[in-house]
């Protein structure tokens, strides 16, 4: 976390500086390239200092769109925080580590996507290039134009790709019109410009947006190897000696490719660096696993053994680069895409002409969120322990300056994608500022029909109602995790929002009427086979009566008026749960329910199509108790019902168990994906599309909250219930992270087929046990309490409130 000290001082710098002075090319002396989606603009700066001193040496940056900042060429952070609505961030970034005595070049990387392009979906953009610096390094002002040369840079086009259709962030670079030593301390800038900023140019364009301190930390830089060689097409070529950090010589004329094998699926910026080689052709082209030829790029896609290089191939859109020649042995010729790419598998090709090449490194550098990871899990089951590793790892590759959907494919926040995630991240770590990050991006996308968008921040709108409920049990999660509530109070006006949209949909026999489809509009729910055709959306029928939609409404009600009690609104919570109340009274006796299949329908018409209609009339409390547990282990089992897919098994989960139902959570999903050498969690099955998309992570929350037993049973994790599921497992052990410390729980089962459990917490936490648990003893410690009990071989007496541990 920031420093106090810390957050006053980017307040004072960013109070100083709203508005600019943002840094431009001056007008008329040089003209943006021609350059696809994106332009691309270079700054450099000369500083000298002495001895460097323990003291920060800060620098505050933002940019639009994006910045790569190098120190003596060591790339440093990237970013700026993608921006949220209207509000955009400056980057805090302490360089001193890299500067050294004497001379020091900061270099700055912008990249600025166009207006009248998608590019990078996901980063807002005014369509002026610039940047935004402040800090004192050494006796420099960074805030001073003077301080610095530009150049817009040519021969770089950026394009939108086919796979990586809403990143644009594809590369085609002219290595001969690049200035390969800007980076360097004799590198002659003369011919480059003093920036101009804002004041010193008439007014044009869209204005420079106010700017607030970046809300969440840096993203991870951390070197990885590459761990083997795939495949390649110069048998006489030794390409495992990119591996011992050797060079590698491509004889003249010479189409080589390899196929390099990161080991795991990861995000990760690429460099490449060159020596000679005048004209040779590069391309870099990242993969997420060998597969058959794409049905549809790139949304329908043929994959079996992720690993299969004789049968599969690699497909994805290529980094080209043209080599100048001009690298040797002590400084040479590195090319980096600008952006990180995904991939476990990368495969470089090298075209020469009739001069040699040598290729002197490949390097990658893997890039995440750093979330600070202290929950754990461990189990007397192997295949457990594969599917704990890889969800992390998947989450970890969903997690950047947002969640993500996929990062390979789009790099957008969905707000479906981030309940989950927000969740799973909520067992790993303490650490809530990219939730709470998320939770402010959809209040700030809230449109004047009550929704919030489906994915934000987007230049491109979209709406998907369901989304806008998952965004209110998001923060009913955050309020029994974290329980802040100032920062709760601020969205109950867009909660009510949000339910008035459903409300003035609702018809007079309790259905919530969904609107057609349109571009901007999409009534999705799961990716399951039965509703490819429709893109997720079951058959509404006529009317357009979604009883999938009425009961997540439901749920949002009663997930409303549980925030609305913990903000002290007690009336508010009276009218959403009276209204939940009334909704559901009515939807238990209407058309929805089909008497004969003993079944929801969804909707007003026809048999019954799903199970989510079932899954939902749960989590909605709509059916409870024996006709729950009735409802959902019959519709599991029934083939003649839509499945739910890996994007809603966290709510089938969470719903068979509220229903008594554990021995029907099946794990063989992820066991086949596991046994198709997936190494993170697949989108679908039906598109087959990302192999990394981290709603798949579902044993984050599972195995802490069932399989150990912990959940919160008080705002901000004041209270926690401790109820370990009925399991065939021999023992299971694991830590949950709460604001007050963490939560240690282990159990071992006996001879006599019981289970001893032990529990660990801070003392400030109150402890509910199982009603069936006996043996109960509290042991003295020192700042913890531990409790030890025992449940009986039948697991907990299922249908008896549980009581209070008195403290």
């Not at 007014?203 to 301190?213: C, Q």
């Not at 040479?332 to 476990?344: D, G, I, K, L, Q």
């Not at 929805?592 to 299949?597: G, I, R, S």
């Not at 006996?750 to 046990?769: D, H, K």
């Amino acid at each position: 976390m920031k420093s106090p000290e810390l957050v006053q001082e980017e307040q004072t710098v960013l109070s100083q500086d709203l508005g600019g002075p943002w840094f431009e090319l001056p007008a008329g002396t040089d003209e943006p390239p021609s350059s696809g989606v994106a332009s691309s603009m270079k700054f450099r700066a000369r500083v000298t200092i002495g001895s460097p001193g323990t003291d920060p040496a800060r620098v505050y940056i933002s940019a639009d769109s994006r910045y790569r900042l190098m120190v003596n060429g060591a790339l440093v952070a990237a970013g700026p925080a993608k921006p949220s609505g209207r509000t955009w961030f400056a980057d805090t970034v302490d360089i001193g580590a890299h500067l050294i005595p004497g001379e020091n070049i900061i270099g700055i990387d912008v990249l600025s996507y166009s207006t009248s392009s998608l590019g990078n979906v996901s980063v807002q953009r005014t369509g002026r290039p610039g940047m935004l610096v402040r800090g004192i390094i050494g006796e420099t002002d960074l805030s001073e134009p003077a301080a610095w040369k530009c150049r817009f840079v040519h021969g770089r086009h950026f394009r939108q790709g086919r796979n990586t259709l809403f990143l644009g962030i594809q590369e085609s670079t002219d290595g001969t019109a690049s200035e390969h030593d800007w980076l360097q301390t004799g590198f002659d800038d003369a011919a480059w410009h003093v920036p101009a900023t804002d004041n010193q140019q008439p007014f044009s364009g869209t204005p420079r947006p106010p700017l607030a301190p970046r809300p969440i930390p840096h993203l991870t830089l951390e070197p990885v190897p590459i761990i083997d060689v795939k495949a390649s097409s110069e048998p006489g070529i030794d390409w495992s000696r990119l591996m011992r950090g050797e060079p590698i010589d491509i004889r003249p004329n010479t189409d080589a490719s390899v196929d390099l094998d990161a080991g795991v699926l990861m995000t990760a910026f690429l460099s490449l660096a060159v020596e000679s080689g005048q004209g040779a052709r590069v391309e870099l082209t990242a993969a997420e696993c060998y597969e058959q030829p794409p049905t549809d790029l790139p949304w329908l896609r043929r994959k079996a053994d992720r690993t299969d290089h004789i049968n599969g191939d690699l497909y994805g859109d290529p980094d080209q680069y043209l080599i100048s020649g001009t690298g040797t042995q002590e400084a040479p010729e590195v090319y980096s895409p600008f952006w990180f790419r995904t991939f476990r598998y990368v495969r470089l090709r090298i075209t020469t002409t009739d001069t040699p090449a040598r290729l002197q490194s490949i390097n990658l550098t893997r890039t995440h969120y750093p979330l600070a990871i202290t929950g754990s899990f461990a189990s007397s089951s192997e295949v457990y322990g594969k599917l704990w590793d890889v969800s992390v790892r998947t989450l970890l590759n969903c997690m950047h300056e947002t969640f993500e959907d996929c990062p390979f494919y789009e790099q957008l926040q969905y707000a479906m994608d981030t309940r989950s995630q927000a969740l799973f991240s909520l067992h790993l770590s303490t650490d809530d500022r990219l939730i709470r990050r998320a939770i402010e991006d959809f209040a700030a996308s809230g449109n004047p029909t009550g929704l919030t968008e489906s994915r934000s921040p987007s230049v491109e709108p979209q709406f998907i109602p369901g989304f806008s409920l998952y965004w209110i049990r998001m923060i009913a999660d955050h309020v029994s995790y974290v329980g802040d509530r100032p920062y709760t109070e601020r969205f109950i006006g867009r909660i009510d929002a949000v339910l008035g949209y459903f409300k003035d949909r609702l018809s007079p026999d309790g259905f919530v009427i969904s609107a057609e489809g349109d571009g901007v509009l999409w009534n999705f729910v799961d990716w399951t086979e039965a509703w490819r055709t429709s893109r997720g959306v079951p058959e509404l029928g006529p009317r357009r009566t979604n009883t999938i939609a009425t009961f997540m409404y439901i749920a949002a009600l009663r997930s409303a008026a549980s925030i609305a009690g913990f903000c002290g609104r007690d009336g508010l919570a009276r009218e959403y749960a009276s209204r939940a109340d009334t909704l559901t009274e009515i939807v238990r006796r209407g058309a929805a329910w089909d008497e004969n299949a003993s079944y929801y329908r969804d909707s007003d018409g026809g048999t019954p199509q799903s199970v989510h209609a079932q899954m939902w009339a749960v989590l909605s409390g709509v059916v409870q108790g024996g006709a729950a547990t009735d409802l959902l282990r019959r519709a599991v089992a029934d083939k003649h019902l839509a499945p739910c897919s890996y994007a809603t098994a966290l709510d089938l989960f969470d719903a068979l168990r509220h229903a008594h139902a554990d021995e029907r959570i099946d794990w063989k999903p992820w066991e086949d994906m596991l046994a198709l050498n997936l190494t993170t969690w697949a989108e679908d099955t039906v598109s087959l599309r990302s192999d990394c998309h981290a709603w798949g992570s579902v044993p984050l929350q599972h195995f802490p909250r069932y399989i150990l037993g912990v959940s919160p049973a008080g705002a901000g994790f004041t209270n926690s219930v401790i109820d370990p599921a009925p399991s065939d497992l021999d023992w299971a052990e694991g830590t949950v992270p709460t604001p007050h410390g963490p939560i240690n729980v282990q159990w071992k089962r006996t001879a006599s087929g019981s289970r001893e459990v032990t529990v660990s917490a801070p003392p400030v936490i109150g402890l509910t046990l199982p009603d069936a648990a006996s043996a109960i003893t509290e042991h003295p410690a020192t700042g913890r309490r531990t409790v030890t009990f025992t449940l009986p071989p039948a697991g907990r007496t299922l249908q008896k409130p549980l009581a209070a541990l008195t403290k």
